[in-house]
């Protein structure tokens, strides 16, 4: 009997799984195996909230597992280290690993190149709907702009999506660590593992996202990228899935997934990005821990941030609108690093992806891909546009929860303040006073 082992990572899924097909079919049996790396949480990325939801994502792809007669193999340690040392336990013929663009990714296919030679396979596009080097410009090793490569990124071919496999066998011997099992920073974090997206993606009304997408109280974005993060989900089925679909709305949802690819891309051609501006501007940030811990509590006074704010530690998510103006809020009006506000979201967010989080919060603080870094999405303004009977509030701030309509963007104007809800922080009259002060633009 030959074995191969297949090193999970943020591909926890059976359906559509690169990693997984390609142990199968190298070998009799396979080895899934996860590790819990401690250097994730020594680098400061083991959010309970992620943790939690990781642990239901383990139990759901063990049992499902189970049902095609294998099962997960759990180890704790270095990934190259205990890789290594199942490898020997089993002698596997070969070993297989999604790509990764962040430097741990980086560090660990290096780790187990020196480890395995030619028996490590690195499958790509299996993260993403593209590989990160499949879609570049001539004579450049990525792109620094979302249109452009939207345009090539459609042009170029894509794999053809894995059925799921039917029967899977697992040798008897290796031992394996009980999942983990920690609880959540946000009591309304979802439910984790392949089983819950696949179901979430199946009621969810894909045809209406181009309408809903930016509303804030109809609430109509999929909540699927926590399970892309974790890999419940394949981005290339998913872009399969929906163009097959077709529509308005299906077609909004793929240049979302698109936006997934190009900040992967960047991350890839650009590791640095992660914490240090892409497009530096010069900033002398300010720094006040007053108003950063008031805009991380929800109570900036300004109801459109408080209310994502609150959602973010509520749920350990946040509607993509919100994390746009709450984003825009520190760096732009409060003017402060987008590194603070980066941290405090991959503190709590269950979908906290490196490349996302940190690039999209680069684009809004205008040293990242954006090609207008000096724009300002003031929160008023906003408010009355994405949430413009005030649901969105009203359900996040209970203070507010008496004020009629698009009144509640505005409590400073009450002929009362609300009990217990603060005075806004900055003038609401001018929120983008410190930056164009900072940047020279008055």
Same mark, same amino acid.
């Given at each position: 009997?030959?074995?191969?082992?297949?090193?999970?990572?943020?591909?926890?899924?059976?359906?559509?799984?690169?990693?997984?097909?390609?142990?199968?079919?190298?070998?009799?049996?396979?080895?899934?195996?996860?590790?819990?790396?401690?250097?994730?949480?020594?680098?400061?990325?083991?959010?309970?909230?992620?943790?939690?939801?990781?642990?239901?994502? *383990?139990?759901?792809?063990?049992? #499902?597992?189970?049902?095609?007669?294998?099962?997960?193999?759990?180890?704790?340690?270095?990934?190259?280290?205990?890789?290594?040392?199942?490898?020997?336990?089993?002698?596997?013929? #070969?070993? @297989?690993?999604?790509?990764?663009?962040?430097?741990?990714?980086?560090?660990?296919?290096?780790? *187990?190149?020196?480890?395995?030679?030619?028996?490590? @396979?690195? @499958?790509?596009?299996?993260?993403?709907?593209?590989? %990160?080097?499949?879609?570049?410009?001539?004579?450049?090793?990525?792109?620094?702009?979302?249109?452009?490569?939207?345009?090539?990124?459609?042009?170029?071919?894509?794999?053809?999506?894995?059925?799921?496999?039917?029967?899977?066998?697992?040798?008897?011997?290796?031992?394996?660590?009980?999942?983990?099992?920690?609880?959540?920073?946000?009591?309304?974090?979802?439910?984790?593992? $392949?089983?819950?997206?696949?179901?979430?993606?199946?009621?969810?009304?894909?045809?209406?996202?181009?309408?809903?997408?930016?509303?804030?109280?109809?609430?109509?974005?999929? @909540?699927?990228?926590?399970?892309?993060?974790? !890999?419940?989900?394949?981005?290339?089925?998913?872009?399969?899935?929906? #163009? !097959?679909?077709?529509?308005?709305?299906?077609?909004?949802?793929?240049?979302?997934?698109?936006?997934?690819?190009?900040?992967?891309?960047?991350?890839?051609?650009? %590791? #640095?990005?992660?914490?240090?501006?892409?497009?530096?501007? !010069?900033?002398?940030?300010?720094?006040?821990?007053?108003?950063? $811990?008031?805009?991380?509590?929800?109570?900036?006074?300004?109801?459109?941030?408080?209310?994502?704010?609150?959602?973010?530690?509520?749920?350990?998510?946040?509607?993509?609108?919100?994390?746009?103006?709450?984003?825009?809020?520190?760096?732009?009006?409060?003017?402060?690093?987008?590194?603070?506000?980066?941290?405090h979201f991959l503190s709590l967010l269950v979908d906290g992806d490196l490349a996302n989080n940190q690039l999209n919060w680069q684009w809004v603080a205008g040293t990242g891909t954006d090609t207008r870094p000096n724009r300002v999405?003031?929160?008023?303004?906003?408010?009355?546009?994405?949430?413009?009977?005030?649901?969105?509030?009203?359900?996040?701030? %209970?203070?507010?929860?008496?004020?009629?309509?698009?009144?509640?963007?505005?409590?400073?104007?009450?002929?009362? %303040?609300?009990?217990?809800?603060?005075?806004?922080?900055?003038?609401?009259?001018?929120?983008?006073?410190?930056?164009?002060?900072?940047?020279?633009?008055?």
């Open positions: 009997m030959t074995v191969s082992v297949a090193l999970l990572s943020q591909d926890l899924r059976l359906h559509d799984n690169p990693v997984l097909h390609a142990a199968h079919a190298a070998a009799d049996e396979v080895v899934p195996l996860f590790v819990l790396d401690p250097d994730i949480a020594a680098a400061g990325f083991a959010a309970a909230n992620r943790q939690a939801f990781l642990g239901d994502c *383990l139990a759901d792809l063990d049992a #499902s597992l189970r049902r095609i007669g294998g099962r997960l193999v759990l180890r704790r340690g270095r990934a190259a280290e205990e890789t290594a040392r199942l490898a020997r336990e089993v002698d596997a013929v #070969s070993v @297989h690993v999604a790509a990764g663009v962040s430097a741990f990714a980086h560090r660990r296919e290096s780790e *187990l190149r020196k480890e395995f030679g030619d028996r490590l @396979h690195v @499958h790509d596009a299996s993260l993403t709907a593209a590989a %990160p080097g499949a879609v570049t410009p001539a004579g450049k090793d990525h792109y620094a702009v979302f249109t452009p490569y939207f345009r090539a990124w459609q042009q170029t071919a894509r794999r053809v999506p894995h059925a799921a496999p039917r029967a899977l066998r697992t040798p008897d011997g290796p031992r394996s660590e009980p999942i983990p099992r920690v609880r959540p920073d946000s009591p309304g974090l979802p439910e984790g593992g $392949e089983g819950a997206a696949r179901r979430l993606w199946r009621d969810w009304d894909v045809d209406g996202y181009a309408d809903l997408h930016d509303d804030l109280a109809a609430d109509g974005t999929s @909540h699927l990228s926590p399970y892309l993060h974790f !890999g419940c989900l394949s981005a290339a089925e998913l872009v399969h899935l929906a #163009s !097959g679909r077709g529509g308005e709305g299906a077609e909004a949802f793929v240049r979302q997934l698109v936006w997934r690819d190009f900040h992967h891309q960047v991350l890839a051609a650009r %590791p #640095s990005a992660a914490w240090q501006n892409y497009r530096g501007k !010069g900033d002398r940030w300010r720094h006040d821990e007053a108003e950063t $811990e008031a805009w991380r509590q929800g109570r900036t006074g300004f109801p459109i941030v408080d209310a994502g704010m609150r959602q973010l530690a509520h749920e350990g998510w946040m509607h993509n609108r919100a994390r746009l103006l709450t984003a825009c809020f520190l760096t732009k009006t409060l003017y402060q690093d987008w590194r603070i506000g980066a941290r999405l003031n929160p008023t303004v906003q408010a009355d546009r994405f949430d413009p009977d005030g649901t969105y509030v009203r359900r996040w701030v %209970p203070e507010l929860a008496d004020v009629p309509g698009r009144a509640v963007h505005r409590p400073w104007k009450l002929p009362e %303040p609300p009990a217990g809800y603060p005075a806004p922080i900055v003038d609401p009259q001018d929120t983008s006073a410190r930056l164009r002060h900072a940047r020279g633009l008055d």
